[in-house]
């Protein structure tokens, strides 16, 4: 059974940073992206940033130019760098790999898998 076992997450002050990491106990075949979600109280859910097997990453306007999301394909690894946090961060981070490669049709098995999630907590 896969596992995302992820860690770095929580408490810091407004401005602080945080590193969280994201293991993938086995291999996945068909990685399309790794990526990281927030969902904070009483809210959906969010992507935060993700990147493809290609290294191309994306990330949500409210973390532009703040977080840095990285990979490393030889570990099954995916790190998220999180500075000049504030208190609108605070959420549980979960991470997610997307097996979502070719198209649709093409597509098989289970085609997301998730980490248990870690709290942030980002104080004013």
């Known amino acids: 059974q896969v596992q995302l076992v992820e860690s770095g997450g929580g408490l810091v002050q407004a401005g602080g940073s945080l590193r969280l990491s994201c293991t993938v106990s086995?291999?996945?075949?068909?990685?399309?992206?790794m990526g990281w979600y927030r969902q904070a109280p009483g809210k959906q859910r969010e992507l935060v940033a993700y990147?493809?097997?290609?290294?191309?990453?994306n990330y949500a306007d409210p973390v532009k130019g703040r977080f840095t999301i990285s990979r490393d394909n030889t570990k099954n690894t995916v790190h998220l760098q999180m500075n000049s946090l504030k208190p609108e961060d605070t959420a549980v981070y979960y991470c997610?790999?997307?097996?979502?490669?070719?198209?649709?049709?093409?597509?098989?098995?289970?085609?997301?898998?998730w980490g248990q999630g870690t709290q942030v907590t980002v104080s004013s």
């Open positions: 990147i493809t097997s290609g290294g191309f990453a």
């Open positions: 997610n790999v997307d097996r979502r490669t070719g198209p649709p049709s093409s597509w098989s098995g289970q085609l997301d898998y």
């Open positions: 086995r291999t996945i075949s068909s990685i399309n992206a």
